[in-house]
């Protein structure tokens, strides 16, 4: 059976935005720089055979990314994450300070999938964080369900985004 695949580093950057979404105001600048940042995001998967990731790889499979972070790609993310938010998912156990945020998260379709996240993201600096998620699904792929275990580290590179556009990641290593 196929299901539709999604991108673990998309996974990942939403994750991110929904953090910095419960974290901050719209009225109020992010902790962080503004500028180029690089993410790398390590994914280990069980439960899910089929997928490259589900096949036992040792120390997991490695996604690094670039992102370009502006004021406008900030509020457009945090606005976007509050959308998808509303849309099918219920978030609790938010706890949040300048330096932490942790959250819970289930979400629900029509196609009959479930998933339970549960999120933790360190913002170290100003120009680094890092953090870790695990997140369990079900549906009629999984009926025996896969889990996700991701550990992420970010940094800032630039203020100078280079090539790389807003609202636009770029994949460094697959």
Known sequence: ???????IA???AFLASATWAAAQ???THP???????ESEVTTNVSGAPDLPMGRGVDGGHTTVTQGCLTPESWTKEIQGAQQRHAADCTQSNLQQDPHKVTFDEVCSNQGG???NVHFEMLIDDPENGHG?????TSGPAFPQGMTMHMTMKTKFLSSDCGSVKPGEGKVIHH
């Open 1 to 7: 059976m196929k299901i539709r695949a999604f991108s």
């Open 10 to 12: 998309s996974l990942a």
């Open 25 to 27: 105001d719209l009225s």
């Open 31 to 37: 902790p962080i720089r503004m500028g180029l940042w």
């Open 113 to 115: 999938y479930s998933t």
């Open 132 to 136: 870790h998620a695990e997140v369990k």
